[in-house]
């Protein structure tokens, strides 16, 4: 069966900080995909990237990044420079190869103070 | 393209009634899901739909049915709603799934209370 574990339930940082929000997944196809989703206060659902598990390149997107390792089956989003509109809720999801049912992690709650 | 709407934002039923939240998208997906969310759970699968006529379970379908007449609409019903179906409820919308990890967009949730 697949699973997402978020261990990090709640982080707090000082803006300009940077912060990582672990993923753990665990799956037994060999071909899968790794979203990261936010949700601000407001409440939708913000889809941030997608990776194939084929693909271990890391990927840079502003001051965010995600670091893929499939070694241990860990996909690590990192914010640098936090900025109190990162504060938000953020989820890690898997899909297996077929279909496009997403199992999602528990979330973290990320915190940025001023 | 208004994306993915979903319609009321804000119920409050009483025990044993029953409803349907509306969940609409205008980008021609073929693929339409629901997912509820609950504190300290993420957000778990319902139902599902591949195309106009066909529907599947997903991780927590009991208490819930589903239909999918249009590409468009994919209305999720309550038929008698008890404390427990308490969530946030997302439609989500994606091309086809034939590939598989289509990235899911979803809609703005609906927040249901039942007493």
């Known amino acids: 069966a697949q699973k997402v574990t978020q261990a990090q339930t709640e982080i707090s940082v000082v803006e300009k900080e940077d912060v990582t929000l672990d993923c753990v997944y665990e799956t037994r196809d060999t071909t899968y995909y790794l979203f990261w989703y936010k949700q601000p206060p407001s409440g939708e659902l913000v889809f941030l990237i997608r990776?194939?598990?084929?693909?271990?390149q890391n990927e840079i997107s502003g001051r965010y990044s995600w670091n893929f390792q499939k070694s241990t089956s860990s996909f690590n989003f990192t914010i640098t420079a936090s900025q109190v509109v990162d504060s938000a809720v953020y989820f890690c999801a898997l899909s297996e190869a077929l279909g496009n049912k997403l199992v999602f992690g528990a979330g973290t709650i990320l915190r940025v103070k001023s | 393209n208004a994306g993915v709407t979903q319609t009321p934002k804000f119920q409050v039923l009483k025990t044993g009634q029953s409803m349907t939240l509306q969940c609409a998208q205008d980008m021609n997906h073929e693929y339409m899901s629901w997912y509820r969310q609950d504190p300290g759970m993420g957000l778990r699968l319902i139902h599902y739909s591949v195309g106009a006529g066909i529907t599947d379970q997903g991780e927590v379908p009991n208490g819930y049915n589903v239909s999918r007449s249009t590409t468009e609409d994919f209305p999720l019903r309550l038929l008698s709603a008890a404390p427990s179906q308490t969530s946030v409820y997302f439609c989500a919308s994606s091309y086809g799934a034939a590939s598989g990890g289509e990235t899911q967009y979803f809609g703005p949730g609906t927040r249901l209370l039942v007493l």
């Open positions: 990776r194939n598990s084929f693909d271990e």
